[in-house]
């Protein structure tokens, strides 16, 4: 799909639900006994593919024409053996958060994937579900397709975070659930807190004790009864993040974001773009499903480059592709660092930027952990007569980050393929179309 210059944005839009509420809601549902109601889920595919993987296992799931999901659970515990191999698309959140469930349960699971996920190292949650007692074969270097064996009852762990990833917490918490005794968990780095907001929302004994330097140790105590819930899941702020970005680059721009969910864990985005000097406004600061919401207002202006300070990057993780496009309009350099993790996404999202930002005409070196980019102070990116092609690799915010590129190129550029977006954000290219941003 080819994505040209474009007029000045304009208008007032919502973004589906954001994707870690929406998983999580349907997995702990799943596991409360009676029926729990979803408003709000995102319908995407890595969503459904956690849907699907819970009725396998014994949870009854449906939406009704209202959009609203209600979810029968089996009770911690109940989760049945599925018959076939769980089929996990693209998503690393389903694949790692279900490991975890399993792990205290006496099933047999394989998962598979898509050739992006089959390449994304699995050992971080195979090694702390191992110590609990479940057992793996994986494809070399921890990949799918993986088969596990789960034990129940599982040891309760007693674990410090290796790597700043809220999937690995949440993958040992969930074992967590169904395990005798207390699961402890120290978090040096804070990552989102989904998990633990939604744990203590179902009724589950969990306590998060915050030490000086900001060391979270996270305790659960297991074999807990959850409590079916009404869950409003709000407004994605990584699928936010987009037509944010595209207002600040398109001159003229001026675009509200309704309902974006601002979890302290989740916002360090828009930290770092109010730092860099964006317009940017909040209003009607609210509560949705336990999680802090607002509309964002977002108007052209010049932006200016900055250090992003690695600390920065867990609240952040998934919006780099995103900053980086933001960068590559601003004034001076924009410095990141401390960015490792992007290697191990949806695909390396250090090297797929900066090839697809130097082709639009960007300035743009690649570290070992992160990119800096030279911005243009406001000028359009050159794109090129012939729009250039920009290879997604299977990662929608790849995709989603190079269509937003594009409305501020002189000459365009082509997205390879922009299937993946319906992973996280299927009305993705109508809510672009809606803004004024397409033809
Ligand atoms: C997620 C955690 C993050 C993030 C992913 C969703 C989650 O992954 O990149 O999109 O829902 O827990 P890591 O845990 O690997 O950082």
Redesign the pocket.
């Known amino acids: 799909m080819t994505f040209t210059p474009a007029p000045a944005l304009s208008g007032t839009v919502g973004v589906p639900g954001d ?2 509420i929406s ?1 999580r809601s349907l997995m702990l549902s799943a596991l409360a006994v009676g029926e729990s109601r979803v408003e709000g889920l995102l319908e995407g595919e890595d969503v459904l593919a956690t849907a699907t993987a819970m009725r396998a296992m014994g949870a009854t799931i449906e939406r009704d024409e209202a959009g609203i999901w209600h979810i029968h659970g089996v009770g911690v515990g109940g989760l049945l053996q599925p018959e076939t191999a769980l089929d996990m698309g693209n998503s ?2 389903s694949t790692r958060l279900l490991m975890g469930l399993i792990a205290s349960h006496a099933i047999t699971a394989t998962f598979t994937g898509d050739a992006s996920l089959s390449k994304r190292p699995m050992a971080r949650v195979t090694q702390p579900l191992s110590l609990m007692g479940a057992s793996f074969t994986a494809s070399p270097g921890d990949r799918l397709p993986l088969t596990m064996r789960g034990t129940c009852p599982a040891v309760p762990l007693d674990y410090r975070l290796p790597v ?5 917490k ?1 993958a040992i918490l969930l074992a967590g659930l169904n395990t005798p005794g207390i699961t402890r968990i120290v978090e040096p780095i804070p ?2 807190d989904h998990s633990e907001r939604m744990l203590r929302g179902f009724g589950a004994d969990l306590n998060v004790d915050i030490e000086p330097d900001g060391t979270r140790i996270i305790t659960l105590t297991g074999e807990a009864e959850l409590h079916p819930q009404q869950i409003v899941v709000p407004g994605d702020p990584s699928s936010a993040a987009f037509p944010i970005v595209a207002a600040l680059i398109t001159p003229g721009s001026h675009v509200t974001v309704t309902n974006v969910g601002l979890n302290p864990t989740r916002a360090g985005l828009f930290d770092v773009l109010l730092s860099m000097g964006a317009d940017l406004s909040f209003s009607n600061r609210r509560e949705v499903g336990g999680e802090p919401v607002a509309d964002i207002t977002a108007r052209y202006g010049p932006l200016t480059g900055i250090d992003v300070p690695p600390d920065v990057a867990p609240s952040m ?2 919006e780099f592709p995103i900053l980086f496009v933001a960068a590559a309009f601003a004034k001076g350099r924009t410095r990141t660092s401390g960015l490792d ?1 992007l290697r191990v ?1 949806e695909s390396d999202r250090l090297t797929l930027m900066a090839t697809g930002l130097a082709r639009i005409g960007a300035r743009v070196i690649e570290t070992e952990d992160g990119l800096v980019i030279e911005g243009t102070d406001g000028a359009p990116l050159p794109g090129a007569d012939s729009p250039p092609l920009i290879t997604a690799s299977l990662d929608h915010r790849i995709a989603m980050s190079f269509a937003v590129a594009g409305l501020a190129t002189r000459g365009g550029l082509t997205v390879d393929d922009m299937r993946p977006v319906a992973t996280s954000f299927p009305g993705f290219v109508a809510m672009l179309r809606s803004l004024g941003a397409l033809p």
């Open positions: 994707k870690s998983h690393g959140t700043a990833s809220a999937q690995v949440s990552t989102r993780i998934d993790e996404k």
